[in-house]
């Protein structure tokens, strides 16, 4: 999972400047919904940009969190070597769970954008 992971973030590497675009025009929007003229005030605006900048925070994220290979447990290496491999590769898994749940989040905020777009029409 960690190498699939890798290899993803390799290949989104030369796209992470539109992921900051991305980010910029969620909060710009975000700032809009908040603060902008009363036509521009809604929730569907709100929740839009709400999912946009999750979506740019997980490419970001993944993008920048895993780029570099996982460590490898080499078992002829000394026990301190194997435990700070094995140390890392947890905390890549754990952030790679932390990147899932997020996802999901991100995905069921998409989804209820769509709903109550799909609803004002």
Not at 42 to 66: N, S
Not at 72 to 83: E, H, I, M, Q
Not at 90 to 97: D, Y
Request: glycine share 12%; net charge positive.
């Amino acid at each position: 999972m960690l190498d699939f992971l890798h290899r993803l973030a390799l290949r989104l590497w030369p796209w992470r400047a539109l992921f900051w675009v991305l980010a910029g025009l969620a909060l710009a929007g975000f700032g809009l919904s908040l603060f902008g003229p009363s036509a521009w005030r809604g929730e569907v605006l709100t929740v839009a940009a709400l999912a946009l900048a999750m979506w740019a925070v997980i490419a970001g994220g993944l993008i920048y969190g895993l780029q570099l290979p996982p460590p490898v447990v080499d078992p002829a290496s000394g026990w301190r070597v194997r435990l700070g491999a094995r140390i890392r590769r947890l905390g890549l898994k754990l952030f790679a769970l932390l990147i899932g749940v997020l996802v999901l989040g991100a995905s069921y905020a998409s989804l209820r954008v769509l709903g109550m777009a799909l609803q004002q029409l």
